[in-house]
């Protein structure tokens, strides 16, 4: 990594809903007791879903989200 670059970026997806917020919200307390810079994507529940374009960055280590959501993207 470049002297002076920003930490990796970890991305959580999630439909807006009540538990899938929680979900995010435990995932994201891990992450950030290991250091790790996250980001959460909340997604439509159909249709197109473009900002999932963001998780193709040089900087992003990886995308967790459920299967469903996911898998119809």
């Known amino acids: ?3 002076g670059a920003e930490r990796p970026l970890f991305y959580i997806c999630h439909a807006d809903h009540n538990h899938d917020r ?3 919200e435990n995932i994201i307390d891990y992450l950030d007791s290991e250091g790790i810079r996250s980001k959460t994507l909340v ?3 159909n249709g197109q879903r473009p900002q999932l374009a963001e998780c193709f960055r ?6 967790i989200g459920f299967n469903s959501q ?4």
């Open 1 to 3: 990594m470049v002297a």
């Open 22 to 24: 929680v979900f995010a």
């Open 70 to 73: 996911l898998d119809h993207s």
């Open 58 to 63: 040089d900087d992003v280590i990886g995308v």
């Open 43 to 45: 997604m439509q529940e």
